[in-house]
């Protein structure tokens, strides 16, 4: 088909929402400069590095996981059994896993809302004022230096039921607070911790999207006659929507993915497996049942999961320039 | 500011302030409880003042876990991740944006098949690889049928019998956190930003390619290089999953990964003045990062996410 003949319209079809659908030219994925250099043997030379490491430590490993995922093997190692898909029906079967899925999945929509809810309340204020921003972003931010291990071994003092100032407080106020016996007061703890040590990530993309928002369309709103927050929710917020977006994807891996060390550090997944959200399970199967093959299913699992979340993002990040208003 | 809204602008004050002091009240206890002595740290309320002893405690701490190892090792570790995924990921990116040639489709989608893997995720076959490194070529040697080979021709019995393991080394705890690709993306990103007539004024001037990435590709890339290393700085200081599980000899293990034996549970004595003493040292050197270099920290941070 020449380039301009016109085109059949595309029959309808269910599709991504317009800021997720993909480009017509997927540029950003196969992009190359249109000038370069010749030559067959030095870019691959200059790949080897990247390569040899991705192959060792990267893909030698995610195979193997995913061959044990359809094995089955004794814990010392001695038998091994091709079990099929036994382990992930075995596994899809367990109440177990799916109170952790479930847990999990509680654990990461509140703090999604906690981080994202305040971020966007604290960036909306910071973009506001006109004194001491940079002092107070810098306060803010500090979280991101501290290792989520830490910040947990530090909120598990501030609200250990026996020491703890945190728990004193409460405790005086009439609240029997008590996370090494209650599992709510466990699970709002690891919420507590996650959120405040991954606050300052969802602030200060937003204040960046909100400084990057033209003056000139708030000042036409507020001509119009529009109030700060009437212009904050109907013109800023529809105009930072690929941010808001990408930071729900972006938080959704790290609760789902990246608190590990939290729990690790606050609760160790009880008390009666009260916190015991996926990746905490992975490593308990894995590392201290030494199931492996129920450990490397659930892997298998997370892996698709994380897959999901990767394409998802993909679509994202091709779809960002367009909310510019330069187009 | 488009309009005077004093009590908007009163409230958005007031908001902030309570928000930094919420962010900083955790480390202010953790500073208040690892300068008190092990009897003080007990008393319901704790002060709300710092004692004194905290150099007596950070003493204690050190000669317990060994401390300086420990942050030796995390300089190691943390260092090792930014500049070998800082070098390997310019290189790649450099092959990927501007040579043309045969398999660059197929290195990309490998390239990038590791991002956003992240290694919680495929812990179990990590460790089992990382403990036998020679596993696949020993299955290459069997499968590939050399061995049968070998002994036909020679009555040798060849055996790929060596065993090695990276439990407790460096590259054990450096190497598989290198593995993943979001820095040669974000490198991508950047290269393809550049003009095109850059490239085009060095071939026409005779520069070959990695003369044209020394002098031209690496100065530009520079601002990109600081932000991105303070944050692989951050991320390789701050893991924690990996190095517990890799290391078993306590003296090799990160500063991060120590505290924990520092963290009282059960019947023991709860010193959490010790475990907060040494908490606050451990988070201070990526805290002085972050708050000497915060501009380009932000700007690493804001960049990573594209």
């Known amino acids: 088909m020449s380039e301009t003949a016109i085109p059949a319209l595309p029959p309808r079809r269910l599709s991504w929402p317009a800021f997720l659908r993909r480009k017509a030219r997927p540029e950003s994925l196969h992009g190359i400069k249109s000038s370069g250099f010749a030559g067959q043997v030095l870019p691959l030379v200059l790949l080897a590095p990247q390569l040899v490491i991705l192959l060792m430590f990267f893909f030698i490993p995610a195979i193997r996981g995913l061959a044990q995922a359809f094995l089955l093997q004794d814990p010392f190692g001695q038998e091994v059994h091709f079990v099929g898909l036994e382990n992930i029906t075995a596994l899809l079967r367990s109440a177990e896993y799916w109170e952790s899925l479930r847990l999990s999945v509680n654990f990461t929509l509140a703090t999604t809302a906690l981080t994202f809810g305040v971020g966007l309340l604290l960036a909306f204020a910071t973009d506001r004022v006109a004194r001491g921003r940079t002092a107070y972003r810098a306060v803010l931010l500090l979280p991101y230096a501290i290792a989520p291990a830490i910040a947990g071994f530090v909120w598990a003092f501030l609200f250990n039921p026996i020491v703890g100032p945190a728990a004193a407080l409460l405790h005086a106020l009439g609240i029997a607070w008590d996370p090494n016996r209650s599992g ?37 709103a507020a001509v119009d006659g529009a109030r700060p927050l009437r212009r904050f929710f109907w013109i800023v917020l529809p105009m930072i929507a690929p941010t808001v977006f990408f930071l729900l994807v972006m938080n959704t891996v790290y609760g789902l993915f990246e608190t590990f060390a939290i729990i690790d550090a606050t609760t160790r997944g009880g008390p ?28 298998v699992l997370l892996m698709i999961f994380a897959i999901s979340l990767t394409v998802i993002q993909f679509r994202l990040i091709e779809r960002r320039i367009s909310y510019d208003v330069s187009q | 500011m488009i309009e005077r809204a004093s009590w908007l602008d009163a409230a958005c004050h007031a908001i902030l302030v309570v928000a930094a002091l919420l962010t900083c009240l955790p480390l202010y206890y953790a500073l208040v409880a690892g300068s008190l002595t092990t009897a003080e740290v007990q008393q319901v309320p704790l002060p709300f003042l710092p004692g004194g002893a905290f150099v007596e405690n950070a003493r204690a701490v050190w000669t317990r876990i060994g401390l300086g190892r420990l942050l030796l090792n995390s300089v190691i570790v943390a260092l090792g991740i930014a500049v070998g995924k800082l070098a390997i990921s310019l290189l790649s990116a450099f092959a990927i944006t501007y040579f043309r040639f045969r398999f660059r489709g197929t290195v990309f989608w490998l390239i990038f098949l590791s991002l956003m893997l992240p290694v919680e995720v495929r812990i179990v076959p990590t460790f089992e690889a990382m403990t036998d490194v020679l596993m696949p070529l020993r299955l290459l040697v069997q499968l590939s049928g050399v061995d049968s080979l070998v002994q036909a021709m020679t009555g040798w019995r060849l055996e790929v019998s060596a065993n090695w393991s990276l439990l407790n080394s460096y590259s054990g705890l450096i190497f598989p956190l290198m593995a993943s690709a979001t820095a040669t993306f974000l490198f991508r990103q ?9 490239c085009d004024a060095a071939r026409i001037d005779g520069a070959s390619p990695m003369r044209f990435f020394w002098t031209i590709l690496l100065p530009m890339s520079r601002p990109n290089l600081a932000a991105l290393g303070i944050i692989f700085f951050l991320f390789g200081w701050n893991q924690y999953l990996w190095p517990l599980l890799f290391t078993t000899e306590p003296t090799m293990t990160t500063v991060v990964v120590g505290i924990k034996q520092l963290v009282p549970h059960g019947d023991s004595i709860p010193a959490w003045n010790l475990t907060m003493n040494a908490a606050l040292l451990a988070m201070l050197p990526p805290i002085v990062v972050v708050l000497l270099l915060q501009r380009w920290f932000v700007k690493g941070l804001i960049e990573s996410g594209k």
């Not at chain 1, 602030?203 to 036409?220: C, D, K, M, W």
């Not at chain 2, 950047?190 to 850059?198: G, M, N, Q, S």
Request: proline share 3%.
């Open chain 2, 190 to 198: 950047f290269f393809l930003t550049i003009p095109d007539e850059l």
């Open chain 1, 184 to 220: 709510d007061d466990a699970l709002l703890l690891v919420i507590l911790t996650a959120s405040w040590k991954h606050l300052c990530y969802d602030y200060i993309f937003l204040v960046a999207a909100l400084g990057s928002v033209p003056r000139s369309v708030i000042e036409a």
């Open chain 1, 272 to 299: 009666a497996a009260a916190t015991n959200i996926l990746v905490y399970k992975v490593y308990v199967d894995g590392f201290v049942n030494l199931d492996l093959g129920s450990s490397a299913a659930q892997s």
